[in-house]
């Protein structure tokens, strides 16, 4: 599975973007998908993740109540909605694909992943 994560960009605190993860190959259906992100001098963190049917979720606090992931298995699309943006999630998002059975927030777990799309959140 080769994935392409893309939308980001600039906003200013207060506004939102959806980012998309466009996934290659075969039975994207099968994979828990999962958004991470990596801020500057911090260590990558866990996001937002979907099982296979779109139909269980998991977020952390710092982001529950604005971000809302969603999938598209017949475009093979994976989407993460963001609103509400503060500076502190000024961050390069990275999508990733887990064939974990249930829903895993451990970057241990996914298989492939992304290379990332830059969100800049202005004050």
């Known amino acids: 599975v080769q994935l392409q994560a893309s939308g980001g960009g600039l906003v200013q605190a207060g506004g939102s973007l959806r980012l998309s993860c466009a996934a290659s190959?075969?039975?994207?259906?099968?994979?828990?998908m999962g958004w991470f992100r990596q801020a500057p001098g911090k260590e990558r963190e866990f996001v937002a993740t979907?099982?296979?049917?779109?139909?269980?979720?998991r977020y952390p606090d710092s982001v529950k109540g604005r971000i809302t992931i969603s999938r598209d298995n017949a475009k093979n699309t994976v989407y993460l909605q963001m609103d509400s943006l503060k500076p502190e999630d000024t961050a390069v998002y990275y999508c990733?694909?887990?064939?974990?059975?249930?829903?895993?927030?451990?970057?241990?777990?996914?298989?492939?992943w992304g290379q990332g799309t830059q969100v800049t959140v202005s004050s």
């Open positions: 190959g075969r039975s994207f259906s099968n994979y828990v």
């Open positions: 990733a694909a887990s064939r974990n059975y249930g829903l895993t927030t451990e970057m241990a777990y996914y298989d492939y």
């Open positions: 979907i099982n296979w049917r779109g139909d269980s979720t």
